[in-house]
């Protein structure tokens, strides 16, 4: 199974508060950044990458959030709504032990071999949307078969961003790059080992 990310970033790679004020923790004051952005053609790409996932995989805190939301509606025929409700879901934690939301399995202790299982599957894809402390650490085990980073134009100047400060170097291949409408871009990559780096003069 085919493990894929896909991640709403601003250009100075924030990625906290995309959505809505009310996601954000206390003292974050920017949020909702990115939805007036989404115009019909980046929605429609993002309603087909729901619907062609066979199941989700979240870290806790997007879980909830997810769960909180979509979890609780029951519009089916909505894209997103019917892929999240329908399908199998993954939930990264130690700590969550009685999952509420339908169809969910708690991936805890082992997680790089219960992921490992998942992705050994002859074929699908498994889905990460937000969860970027997951996201940091499935790209640290190398376990990201492919990368959707979806730019929106707006510098927010605050807020928890998808790469820390310090981390692995990564080498990512273009696989796919377009631009839609109102100027998010979509950049899709595969990690291809350690960058290479020029030396001398």
Sequence with gaps: MKLTTTTQVSVDGVMEGN?????????FERGG?????FDGDAMTFVDHVY????AFLFGRRTYELFAGYWGVRSDLENPIVGALNTKPKYVASNTLTEPSWASTTVLSGDLAAAIGELKAKPEGELQVHGSGALTRWLLEHDLVDEMNLLIVPVVVGQGTRLFADTGPDIALDLVESRAFPKGITLQVYRPSGRPQYATGG
Excluded: M
Aim: hydrophobic share 30%; proline share 6%; glycine share 12%.
């Design 19 to 27: 959505g809505a004020q009310n996601q954000n923790r206390t003292g």
């Design 33 to 37: 950044w990115a939805r007036p952005l």
């Design 51 to 54: 619907q062609r996932a066979d």
